[in-house]
């Protein structure tokens, strides 16, 4: 189980008090995407930790952008790409986005890829045909990447308070394991009281939170509750149990 807190254009909790409430947390992969400015602070408090974007070049003039060759110097060990909030208000694309998967699965980074629909998009029923055009222009890049994770993030749902229900989660995450075979994480309103539940299925592969992830109790108990999934039964263990 992995569980990402993309603290997005916000200061965030030290990161020092971070990784000491973390260290007593065992069985799941805690990482942090906080602002570049942070990055050296969180790699020296020993967070796992990732920037929130990294460009397909290792330099050269792109104002704005950082290189996956600069986020190795300082430690990071992976970054988000196409996080919806990217895809909206900056313009990118499904090329851009697998170019800078590629990119940095290839210097060495871990990578978190998110893809998901808008409400429209699902109310039109074309929830499957996006997710199929984001989720085949990273596996066309990248294939299934061994350090390669997907994030399945409706749009509607993020810092909406509205989450998809497990069901809608499981779906779409099985239809995307179904195109591209990697660990796949839920995002959108992910908060303590629900992330167990979310969890619970068996495609959800732990969880990318953003809100939620700013305070550390929250974020603390959101990695706890992976940790217990990551020990004990999910959903369809119980089923094959029971049968
Ligand atoms: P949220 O954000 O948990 O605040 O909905 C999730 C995300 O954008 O990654």
């Known amino acids: 189980m992995i569980v990402a807190g ?3 254009m916000f200061h965030g909790p030290d990161p020092d008090a971070l990784a000491a409430r973390l260290a007593g947390v065992t069985g799941v992969d805690a990482i942090v995407c906080p602002p570049y400015t942070s ?8 967070l796992t930790t990732y ?4 460009h397909w070049e290792n330099e050269g003039a792109y104002t704005g952008e950082i290189s996956p060759s ?8 992976g970054s988000l790409v196409g996080h919806s909030e ?9 090329a851009g ?11 060495g980074l871990g990578v978190i890829a998110c893809v998901g629909e808008t409400q429209e998009e699902r109310d039109s029923g074309d929830m499957e ?5 984001q989720v085949d222009a990273i596996r066309d890049a990248c294939g299934p990447h061994l350090r390669l994770v997907i994030a399945y993030e409706p749009v509607w749902a993020i810092g909406t308070g509205r989450t998809a ?11 995307i394991k179904s195109l591209l075979d990697r660990p796949v994480l839920y995002g959108g309103s992910v908060k303590p009281d629900n992330a167990d539940e979310l969890m619970s299925q068996p495609d959800v592969d732990g969880a990318l939170v953003g809100g939620a992830s700013l305070d550390i109790e929250s974020f603390a108990s959101i990695c706890q509750a992976a940790a217990a999934r990551a020990e004990g039964p999910k959903q369809s263990d119980t089923t094959e149990g029971l049968a």
């Open 6 to 8: 993309n603290w997005k």
């Open 39 to 46: 990055l050296a602070r969180c790699v020296e408090a020993g």
């Open 51 to 54: 920037a929130q974007n990294v």
């Open 70 to 77: 600069l986020l190795l110097g300082l430690g990071v060990a």
């Open 86 to 94: 990217r895809r909206l208000y900056f313009g990118e694309t499904d």
């Open 97 to 107: 986005v697998a170019r800078r998967a590629q990119a940095a699965l290839q210097a």
């Open 129 to 133: 045909t996006v997710l199929r055009i």
């Open 165 to 175: 229900t497990p069901e809608m989660a499981q779906e779409a995450h099985a239809f």
